[in-house]
């Protein structure tokens, strides 16, 4: 029984060598490949990106044609930006989109270092007739890649 452990081989040195060699180019291809396409998603998505610039409130209750809302955005990024949908609420939770509401700034492609004013009418339905002095608004505005931006304000 000891004489038939015995007789076996191993692979040779240069065998073993050329396989690790085979295994660790394997794993460089595979890693290599992985994070090209994770980097490739990433700069993708930062090159759109857009800032809140400012938010004005104009009208007052007793004045509800001329209510609105101006929301001033820039795009930032490396690459041009479609503005599709912008929802309103007072709660970061339940968002009411509020796109119809808008008399300008939708559909509009915003170019890299491009400024834009979203103009959005009162009343809106679910929120009131006008804005209020003293309500937090959250405010989301969604782009044609497929990005939402969040951002809140506060109204003085």
């Not at 240069?14 to 890693?31: G, K, M, Q, R, Y």
């Not at 002095?133 to 109204?155: E, L």
Request: hydrophobic content about 40%; glycine content about 8%.
């Amino acid at each position: 029984m000891i004489k038939l452990f015995n007789s076996k081989k191993g692979i040779s040195p240069i065998l073993a060598t050329l396989l690790l060699i085979v295994i660790a180019v394997a794993a460089i291809i595979v890693t290599y490949a992985w994070v090209m396409t994770y980097m490739g998603a990433q700069t993708g998505q930062a090159g759109v990106l857009i800032t809140h610039e400012t938010t004005r409130w104009y009208g007052s209750p007793t004045d509800a044609a001329k209510n609105r809302t101006d929301i001033i955005i820039k795009n930032i990024g490396t690459s041009t930006v479609k503005i599709v949908r912008v929802y309103f609420g007072t709660s970061a939770d339940n968002p009411i989109e509020v796109t119809a509401n808008c008399l300008q700034g939708i559909n509009t492609t915003l170019p890299q270092q491009g400024i834009t004013t979203i103009t959005v009418a009162w009343p809106i339905s679910e929120l009131g007739t006008t804005w209020s002095n003293g309500q937090t608004y959250h405010i989301w505005i969604a782009t044609d890649p497929g990005t939402t931006y969040k951002f809140t304000y506060y109204v003085s």
